[in-house]
C-alpha cells in the first residue's frame, strides 16, 4: 500500500476547529432565552421562584460573556483545555439554573444536551467523556433535589414519580447517544475530508512527474543533436591530437561530459514521453509503467496478458489510472509471499485488470470497508499475527480507489478460495479505451523549443 504521512491528517486535534465567537454567541443566546423563559414564567404564569438566586445565575453567565469578550479577540481559536472549561462552565450554569427553577420537571431541561454534543463534535475523547459525564452528574443530582416550582394556587408542579424517573433516563440515554452519534460523524466527515485531500495531492503530485517527465524528454529530444555534434568532434580531434597528451586529455573530457549529459537526461525521462502520439498506449504498456517501481522489489510481479476480441485495446495514459493501478500492486507485494499476478484481459465491451497475491489476503474483520479511509481498528486476535509489522490506515487503497473510479472503474475486493487477495478493476470499454484513429482530433504542429 502506499505510504503517506498521515501524522498530520489523521490527529485527533479538534479544539483549534471552534472559534471562541461561536461559542459567546451561543452563551449570549441561551442567555436571552433564559431571561425571557423567567420573565414569561413570572409574569404570565405567576409561578413562583427564587427570583434572586435566579437572576444572579443568569446574571453570572452575562458577565463571563463580557468579559472573555472584552479580553479576547473575535477570531480567538480555542484550545483543547479553554473550549473544555467554557463548556463546562455552559453545564454547571445551566444544572445550578434548573435547581432553583423545578429541576428535570422544568421543560428546558432538555437543554443539557447542547453542550455534550458540541463538545462531542470539536473536543477530543477524553474531553468529550468528561463532560459527558459532568452532565449525567448534574442530571442526577437535580432529579433528587431541586427547589419546586409553586403555582398561583400555592400547590406545588411535580411531575408524577414515574414520568419523572423515565425523564432522568431519557435525559441520560440522550446525552450518550446524541454525543456518541454527533461525534462518529463528524470524524467520519473530517477522515474523508483529509483523505480526499490526500488524494487530491497524489494526483496532482503523479500529474507533475507526468508533465517533468514530457519537459525532459523534450529537453532531451532537442539536445541530443548538439550533444552527439559534440561527440563527434571531440572524436575526431581526439584522433588528430594523439600526439599531444596535454590537449588530448581535454578533448576526451568535453566527449566524456557529453556522454554524461546523455546519460543524465536519459535517466530523467523517458524519451518521447510527453510526446502527443503518446497520449494514449496500449493497456499493457500502462499497466507495466505503473508496476515498473514494484518489480524488483521482494516479490516476483508476472504479467499475464490474455486474449480477446481483436487487437490490444489502446487506452489513454491518465495519471489517475497509473497512480491508483500503481498503488494496488505495491499493495500486492507489500503483503505477497513470493509472486504478485498481474492478468489484463479485454472484451466488445470492458476492460479488466486483476491484481493478485500469494499472501495471506485481506482481514476478514475489515474486508467489507476495504477502500474506507483511516480503517484502523483491526481484531489483533484474527489479523495482527499475519500482518504484525503493518501500521496502515487504509489511506492507499482509498487513494486508489478514488482515482480509479474516478476514470471510470469499477472495483471489487475479494479473498482468494486458497490463499492471497485479488483486486479486479474494470471499465466499460467507452470509458477508457481512445477513440477511433479517424476520430481523433488534429495533433498540431510540434512545439518547438527555443535554445
Not at 458577565?63 to 484550545?79: A, C, D, F, G, W
Not at 444536551?113 to 474531553?127: D, E, F, K, R
Not at 446524541?178 to 487530491?200: D, K, P, S, W
Not at 505503473?290 to 476480441?309: M, N
Request: hydrophobic share 45%; with cysteine; aromatic share 6%.
Amino acid at each position: 500500500m502506499a505510504r503517506y504521512d498521515t501524522s498530520i491528517l489523521a490527529q485527533d486535534e479538534r479544539s483549534n476547529w471552534l472559534r471562541m465567537q461561536t461559542l459567546l454567541t451561543l452563551r449570549w443566546a441561551a442567555v436571552c432565552g433564559q431571561a425571557v423563559a423567567i420573565i414569561v414564567a413570572v409574569r404570565f404564569f405567576d409561578l413562583t421562584i427564587p427570583l434572586m438566586p435566579t437572576i444572579a445565575t443568569i446574571g453570572v453567565a452575562a458577565v463571563t460573556n463580557l468579559i472573555t469578550h472584552i479580553k479576547y479577540p473575535q477570531n480567538k481559536r480555542l484550545s483543547e483545555s479553554e473550549a473544555s472549561a467554557m463548556l463546562a462552565f455552559d453545564i454547571l450554569q445551566l444544572g445550578l439554573l434548573l435547581y432553583l427553577t423545578g429541576g428535570l420537571n422544568n421543560p428546558f431541561a432538555l437543554l443539557i444536551l447542547a453542550p455534550v454534543t458540541i463538545a462531542a463534535s470539536v473536543l477530543n475523547l477524553i474531553s468529550f467523556v468528561a463532560l459527558g459525564a459532568l452532565a449525567i452528574a448534574m442530571i442526577t443530582l437535580i432529579g433528587y433535589a431541586w427547589i419546586p416550582l409553586q403555582l398561583p394556587d400555592g400547590s406545588l408542579l411535580v411531575l408524577p414519580p414515574l414520568f419523572g424517573f423515565g425523564y432522568r433516563v431519557a435525559l441520560i440515554i440522550g446525552v450518550l447517544f446524541l454525543g456518541i452519534y454527533a461525534r462518529r460523524v463528524t470524524t467520519e466527515m473530517h477522515n474523508m475530508r483529509e483523505a480526499l485531500l490526500a488524494t487530491q495531492l497524489a494526483l496532482e503530485r503523479e500529474q507533475k512527474l507526468t508533465d517533468l517527465g514530457g519537459v525532459v524528454a523534450a529537453a532531451a529530444h532537442e539536445l541530443g543533436t548538439p550533444l552527439a555534434t559534440i561527440k563527434l568532434v571531440s572524436s575526431e580531434l581526439a584522433e588528430e591530437l594523439s600526439d599531444n597528451a596535454e590537449l588530448l586529455d581535454d578533448v576526451l573530457l568535453i566527449r566524456s561530459q557529453a556522454d554524461r549529459c546523455r546519460d543524465i537526461l536519459q535517466s530523467m525521462g523517458r524519451a518521447g514521453k510527453d510526446d502527443l502520439m503518446l497520449k494514449t498506449a496500449p493497456v499493457e504498456a500502462v499497466v507495466r509503467e505503473a508496476a515498473e517501481p514494484h518489480v524488483d522489489r521482494k516479490a516476483t510481479v508476472l504479467f499475464d496478458i490474455g486474449t480477446g476480441p481483436g487487437t490490444q485495446p489502446t487506452i489513454q495514459r491518465k495519471p489517475e489510472i497509473i497512480h491508483g493501478i500503481r498503488n494496488l500492486i505495491q499493495n500486492a507485494v507489500d503483503f505477497s509471499q513470493d509472486t504478485v499476478t498481474v492478468q489484463i484481459s479485454w472484451t466488445t465491451t470492458d476492460v479488466s485488470i486483476k491484481i493478485s497475491d500469494d499472501g495471506h489476503g485481506f482481514p476478514q474483520s475489515v474486508i467489507g470497508r476495504i477502500g474506507d479511509p483511516y480503517v484502523r481498528r483491526r481484531r489483533q486476535e484474527l489479523d495482527g499475527s499475519l500482518r504484525p509489522a503493518y501500521n496502515g490506515m487504509g489511506l492507499g487503497l482509498f487513494i486508489a480507489k478514488t482515482l480509479l473510479e474516478r476514470s471510470g472503474a469499477t472495483l471489487d475486493f475479494r479473498n482468494a478460495r486458497d490463499s492471497g487477495a485479488i483486486v479486479t478493476v474494470r471499465w466499460p470499454m467507452r470509458t477508457l479505451v481512445e477513440p477511433d484513429v479517424e476520430k481523433r482530433p488534429s495533433l498540431g504542429n510540434n512545439p518547438v523549443f527555443l535554445p
